[in-house]
């Protein structure tokens, strides 16, 4: 909280800014001048206040207040060496040239892990083809480790693995490596977050245990275990190397008999191919063999329906998440990619309040998907596109202006969660997909590009 004068807000209002105390101010009599929720635009209000006696107001900078130049950006408070407070809206942060270099430097080790993990899928794909189902485990398991080890030690680090797709044909490849990154992602954090919430939810509440199935559902994973259920995650499509080409890339709705062909490919090519390879793996057969059944009683089109949804373990739930959010979010031959952020928001409402632990599991998959990977490129709805520098906030640099024309200079980041209450048209524009890697380098000024490695 900082207390700033009238005189000063007097000035900040009179150039077109706005503010916000968030805290109810009040004089020396205990009349209250200010409601912490109202939003001061007017000059006369603040002399008003003024003439009750007030000099100076508190303002909380932050959530609850705040103070917005006329375009609605948050000003901040410096103090120069005397004390004397002066305003400007939030300054260039002097790293952002080290940030840009940081997320280009992550996104290079993105390629390289996304380039290994490739090549050593499209082997083991052709392996099972030409030798009735065998490839080579091993290898395999360090690719894997690979992946692991990258997710573990970065933030948010899936989201730079590679979305854009090069061929259509190495659509299987992405979706494999996307949904292990994801889905490994995901039950981390459910590890590492939620399992206690879990224990203690159902410590007072006996009922939901019912409602949760089996209590092994809630074991904390170990290490080993978790590189295991990567492994999974990785291998949960392997059965569509047996089903034909035709039908897994056919464009219109596939007839019934071909998706009982597709359905095919969990719980029986995929179960047949690791059972087959002697995979000392029992996470990966429940991953392979579940990975589309349902999530609570009665959801449409899953398969197979031989198990109650209760009896589905959660790394298996998981798995299924990170399989819808990136089939959705991917570019296909037959349909445009979705904005994350939009897919995030329907599988929530899709599977919210449908029973006690998915809550939990939605929770889990919202933290760790539901945010714009550093490095993209969004929409703002005012037509502008702007740099994610930071998936806080998220924090942004505009780079055009609404008509897509490039700023001529590098604008100060925009902490977007900072926004004058009303600045709509500020905000990230969820209907428009983010760009894709390609794209993104070709509409990125000299400015940010300068920084990238
Ligand atoms: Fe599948
Ligand atoms: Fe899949």
């Known amino acids: 909280m900082k207390r700033i004068s009238i005189d000063t807000l007097v000035k900040i209002v009179k150039n077109g800014g706005t503010v916000r105390t968030g805290i109810d101010v009040f004089n020396d009599r205990g009349l209250l001048v200010i409601e912490k929720d109202v939003l001061i635009n007017r000059v006369q209000t603040l002399l008003l206040v003024k003439r009750s006696g007030v000099t100076d107001v508190p303002v909380i900078l932050g959530k609850e207040g705040g103070i917005w130049d006329a375009s609605g950006r948050p000003m901040h408070i410096e103090e120069d060496e005397k004390g004397k407070k002066t305003f400007t809206a939030r300054p260039l942060r002097s790293d952002v040239g080290r940030r840009i270099a940081e997320i280009s430097e992550l996104k290079l080790k993105a390629r390289e892990v996304h380039g290994r993990a490739c090549d050593r899928l499209k082997q083991v794909m052709h392996e099972i083809k030409e030798h009735n189902g065998e490839f080579d ?17 970065h933030d948010n680090a899936f989201s730079f693995l590679a979305r854009e797709i090069i061929s259509y044909d190495d659509y299987l490849y992405n979706h494999s490596i ?29 009922e939901a245990i019912l409602s949760a199935g089996s209590a092994s559902s809630f074991i904390e994973y170990l290490p080993d275990d978790l590189r295991q259920l990567s492994l999974g995650y990785f291998l949960h499509d392997v059965g569509k190397t047996m089903i034909p080409d035709e039908i897994l890339n056919k464009k219109g709705r596939l007839t019934p008999e071909e998706f009982d062909v597709v359905k095919g490919h969990s719980y029986i090519k995929g179960r047949e191919i690791l059972v087959a390879n002697k995979l000392d793996n029992f996470y990966a057969i429940k991953i392979a063999c579940y990975h589309h059944a349902a999530l609570y009683d ?14 589905i373990p959660v790394y298996v739930k998981i798995c299924k998440l990170a399989d819808i959010y990136d089939a959705m979010t991917s570019k296909r031959c037959y349909k445009d990619a979705m904005n994350p952020t939009g897919v995030v928001t329907n599988i929530f409402r899709s599977y919210a309040d449908r029973d006690h632990l998915l809550q939990f599991l939605l ?16 929409y703002l709805a005012n037509g502008q596109m702007a740099y994610i520098l930071d998936s806080d906030g998220p924090l942004v640099i505009p780079f055009t202006d609404s008509d897509g024309e490039q700023l001529k ?3 100060d980041p925009l902490d977007l969660s900072d926004l004058r209450p009303g600045k709509d048209e500020m905000a990230v524009d969820r209907r428009r997909p983010l760009l894709t890697p390609i794209e993104i380098q070709k509409k990125l000024p000299k400015y940010i590009r300068e920084y990238q490695k």
């Open 137 to 153: 485990t091993n290898l395999t398991e360090k690719v894997v480790d690979d992946i692991f080890d990258f997710v573990s030690h």
């Open 363 to 378: 929770h889990a998959f919202v933290k760790v998907v539901g945010i714009y990977p550093p490095g993209s490129v969004i």
């Open 298 to 311: 009665g959801e449409d089109r899953c398969y197979p329906d031989d198990r109650s949804p209760l009896e």
């Open 409 to 411: 200079v590098m604008p």
């Open 178 to 206: 996307n949904v292990c990154a994801i889905a490994t992602a995901i039950l981390k954090k459910f590890n590492e977050t939620f399992s206690d919430a879990i224990n203690e939810h159902l410590a007072t509440r006996p």
